[in-house]
């Protein structure tokens, strides 16, 4: 069963979740990020941009702490976890779908307390595109996604001007509902035409396309191609596209200690990083920013998928519009395509002539 | 414009039909109306090179990149030079790489555009098809104080001299310097707490050439932990700001590729104003002026040191 909740009543609501720790999109300076509220979400934005990945794996994580005894550390204690249920509001389709990637990663070969224990307290309300979204960057429906979609969304919302289409997706959607009590309201049919509309206007939005079929296959046999030098050209090597990705989650382990005291933090990481390969003998593997820029290309199309069977990109964009460069990660893989159909004309054509 | 990229693409063009360049770095069309960096390398292809209000990369960065790449095992390092299209405040910057031997004025030939302003990208929207034109609200905010509308450095200049029209008061950072300690410290905080430490600023930085950064250091120990909190985002930021002082062109790469917009050209800007007032120093004017860190003046003023 559907429901609304008019705009209006978001303070009310947010009353209602006292007891949980609410999470939604923040403006700082026109910047959104995701953060702790303290008052009823304010829902009428793009994306923002840094993904809410950073909700359930913040970008810097206390692992737990310790002290000094003379020349030996002990007491090693994780901090204390909050066990207040959580709530994030406003997550966009695509970033709600990528929390399904990271479920798997970071229950995959080791089940991941910190990020684990965060997800299953966590109700995602996501919220349908609409508005400054989708924009020019957007591809989510070329794999898979939509912008009304429901993978790793518990209720999603659809803005419907003065109030909110709510669909409850899973229990915990249904929980909600129950703790918001009469602030919800059942929807008339009406309403639920508005949202289709919605949605079906979100769809239409999406400007940009990605064939993606051929993609794994042309990855596989261009690993020595000179076309990564090409592609990585002009790459400045920050580590933006990794970063802002709701999907990457590399991340390294250092331990910070000051005087008697000591804490071991994971931080984001970025393959894009000249350091990030570096071994502790000063040997690096890759060394040049083609091998990097290549490892991006397959690690999201290839190893992501060998290992958990999804790929690690949902379409939102954010690595294409924040590039200073422009590199364009549709172009890239699309034309990785193109040339691993060159290359092998070029090698049938040698073998012909031997 | 449409003039300036004809003389663009005849000087690439003529210059790698005669050998004199191995290559040329320059923009070419992008998707929509952004550009993206090109590397020429046939004169057949100099046909690509576009010159518009979106030509906004600095492209020194790859200049540098070119001047630092060493030859491979059994090779020779291939000295030829290469072209490279710069605007007038990206002409600056090859001025203080030679200045600090970076550069070395012989493997690089300069195609100098004169330049009435370029759009703030972040300013324009992001379906537009072709490259607008630069009005008083799309243009890049260093534009606005920019006293340098024509190459200082150049083989070639394209398009007609720009008069200089603007006198530069540093009205913008004379703002900050306004505030109390306290205001100034909460606006930074502000702007510093959501740095995500993508090192973009640095990356995009053709004077942040060292090969190995003090940020990326491990040994003998770290400087800077990876944290990405208030303290440590703030000291890497004012360390930058400490290695570009005196040096900075105001070329407006960090603050343009800054995926949080963090001001930090404001930063720059300040340091630029002070070394300009109390030790006469303007960078990337003379290639045989002094570094303004490289020389000692008993006669310098002190007064801020207490």
């Known amino acids: 069963m559907s429901h609304t909740i008019g705009k209006d009543k978001m303070d009310a609501l947010f009353e209602a979740l006292s007891e949980h720790e609410v999470y939604g999109p923040v403006e700082v300076d026109g910047v959104w990020t995701y953060k702790k509220l303290d008052s009823a979400p304010d829902l009428e934005f793009g994306n923002s941009q840094v993904p809410p990945k950073s909700v359930f794996f913040p970008q810097t994580e206390t692992m737990f702490e310790f002290k000094r005894d003379g020349a030996r550390f002990v007491g090693a204690e994780e901090p204390q976890r909050a066990s207040k249920p959580l709530v994030v509001f406003g997550v966009r389709p695509c970033d709600a779908k990528a929390f399904t990637l990271l479920d798997k990663l970071f229950t995959w070969d080791y089940i991941d307390p910190y990020f684990v224990d965060r997800r299953e307290r966590a109700t995602t309300i996501a919220l349908t595109c609409s508005g400054q979204k989708p924009d020019e960057n957007c591809f989510c429906t070329s794999i898979e996604g939509s912008p009304s979609g429901t993978e790793g969304v518990d209720s999603l919302w659809t803005d419907l001007g003065d109030r909110y289409f709510v669909e409850s997706v899973t229990e915990k959607g249904e929980a909600l509902i129950e703790l918001g009590g009469n602030l919800f309201v059942e929807a008339v049919s009406d309403d639920e035409s508005s949202a289709e509309e919605v949605k079906e206007n979100a769809v239409k939005a999406i400007t940009r396309t990605f064939d993606r079929a051929e993609v794994a296959e042309s990855l596989r046999c261009l690993f020595e191609s000179k076309y990564w030098e090409d592609i990585s050209a002009s790459c400045i090597g920050c580590g933006m596209c990794t970063l802002l990705c709701p999907t990457c989650h590399c991340f390294d382990i250092n331990d910070v200690v000051k005087q008697g005291e000591g804490r071991r933090e994971r931080t984001w990481d970025s393959c894009q990083f000249e350091y990030y390969s570096s071994h502790a003998s000063g040997h690096n593997p890759r060394p040049a920013k083609r091998m990097r820029q290549r490892n991006r290309m397959y690690h999201k199309f290839l190893y992501i998928d060998n290992n958990l069977g999804v790929i690690g990109c949902v379409g939102c964009g954010r690595c294409i519009s924040a590039c200073p460069v422009n590199i364009d990660i549709i172009d890239v893989t699309e034309g990785a395509v193109a040339r691993a159909c060159m290359e092998k004309d070029a090698d049938a054509k040698g073998e012909e002539a031997a | ?306």
């Not at chain 2, 090179?49 to 492209?59: G, K, Q």
């Not at chain 2, 607008?132 to 394209?158: F, M, Q, R, S």
């Not at chain 2, 900050?176 to 905080?189: D, G, I, K, N, S």
């Not at chain 2, 090192?199 to 990876?226: H, I, M, Q, S, T």
Request: proline share 5%; charged share 30%.
């Open chain 2, 1 to 306: 414009m449409t003039d300036r990229q004809g003389q663009i693409q005849d000087t690439a063009r003529g210059w790698l039909e005669s050998g004199e360049v191995k290559y040329v770095v320059g923009f070419e069309q992008g998707r929509r109306a952004g550009t993206k960096v090109a590397f020429v390398r046939r004169p057949e292809d100099a046909d690509k090179l576009v010159w518009n209000s979106m030509c906004v990369n600095n492209l020194t960065l790859f200049l540098v990149e070119e001047m630092q790449t060493r030859p491979g095992r059994g090779e020779e390092l291939d000295t030829t030079p290469i072209g490279i299209v710069v605007k007038p405040c990206d002409s600056k910057t090859i001025v203080e790489l030679m200045k600090e031997n970076i550069v070395a004025r012989e493997r690089v030939k300069i195609i100098g555009v004169t330049c009435e302003g370029v759009c703030d990208t972040k300013k324009v929207d992001g379906s537009e098809k072709q490259p607008p034109a630069v009005t008083d609200e799309n243009i890049a905010g260093k534009c606005l104080v920019c006293t340098h509308h024509n190459p200082l450095i150049a083989d070639v200049v394209c398009g007609e001299a720009v008069p200089e029209t603007i006198t530069d008061d540093y009205s913008d950072v004379a703002e900050l310097e306004a505030m109390t300690p306290q205001e100034r410290w909460e606006y930074w905080e502000r702007q510093l707490e959501r740095c995500v430490r993508c090192y973009g600023c640095r990356e995009a930085c053709p004077l942040c050439y060292c090969e190995e950064c003090v940020f990326d250091r491990e040994k003998p120990y770290r400087w800077n932990e990876k944290s990405v909190q208030l303290p440590e985002n703030t000291f890497y930021h004012l360390v930058r700001a400490m290695h570009l002082a005196g040096r900075c062109v105001d070329c407006g790469e960090c603050e343009r590729v800054c995926p949080v917009d963090i001001p930090i050209r404001k930063i720059n800007r300040y340091l630029e104003w002070k070394a300009k007032e109390r030790y006469d120093v303007e960078a990337g004017v003379d290639p045989e002026d002094d570094s303004m860190f490289g020389t000692c003046d008993t006669a310098d003023p002190e007064d801020f040191i207490w």
